[in-house]
């Protein structure tokens, strides 16, 4: 079996402004969320889901360019600590299109290693699954995190490394 291929680590050479947080705001909701790099080089996405003016979703994603080719992998891996919340995992084959393949995932509270079958990932828009094929398994072109529970919460996730094998 082959060594797993690091897709991103937050390590001494992740940068912070590679990571675009996307609130509700965008439609009018109020959520506020947060990312930073702690000194433990991990990945924090933190902060506030708010139901208010129809909110109630906050994101954080990472563009990858050029899209990486994950056409010999089956399955990612990511080692994350969570709040025991539940989060989406979501990724794009192409940045451009506007939807995403989506993995729902609980969280612990202590650090975890979440194992996502690729080509069970399935098409979402705008919190819809779609009537289309699960994720083609051929690249990445961009990976998010989501938290959108349906109620007003505080929320923090760390994310330390995400993996292929």
Same mark, same amino acid.
């Given at each position: 079996m082959?060594p797993p291929t690091?897709l ?6 992740a ?6 947080v996307?609130d509700?705001i ?6 506020? $969320?947060?990312f930073a790099?702690t000194?433990?080089k991990?990945?924090?996405f933190?902060?506030d889901?708010?139901l208010?003016d ?7 994603r990472?563009?990858f360019?050029p899209p990486?080719d994950v056409?010999? @992998? @089956?399955?990612?891996?990511l080692r994350?600590?969570?709040?025991g919340?539940?989060y989406?995992?979501r990724?794009?084959?192409d940045?451009k299109k ?11 509270g202590d650090w ?6 690729l ?8 919190g819809?699954?779609l ?5 083609p $398994?051929?690249?990445? $072109?961009?990976v ?5 529970n $349906?109620?007003?919460?505080?929320f923090?996730?760390l994310?330390d490394r995400?993996e292929?094998?």
């Amino acid at each position: 079996m082959n060594p797993p291929t690091v897709l991103y680590a937050f390590d001494e050479f992740a940068v912070r402004a590679q990571w675009r947080v996307v609130d509700d705001i965008v439609m009018g909701g109020h959520s506020e $969320g947060h990312f930073a790099i702690t000194e433990e080089k991990h990945g924090r996405f933190f902060g506030d889901v708010s139901l208010e003016d129809g909110g109630g979703f906050s994101s954080v994603r990472h563009r990858f360019e050029p899209p990486v080719d994950v056409a010999a @992998h @089956h399955r990612l891996f990511l080692r994350i600590k969570g709040d025991g919340s539940d989060y989406k995992l979501r990724i794009k084959a192409d940045p451009k299109k506007d939807f995403a393949y989506v993995h729902p995932f609980s969280t612990s509270g202590d650090w975890e290693v979440i194992e996502v079958p690729l080509t069970e990932m399935y098409p979402v828009r705008k919190g819809q699954r779609l009537d289309q094929p699960n994720f083609p $398994g051929d690249r990445i $072109g961009e990976v998010s995190f989501l938290i959108a529970n $349906g109620r007003e919460q505080a929320f923090q996730l760390l994310i330390d490394r995400m993996e292929l094998l």
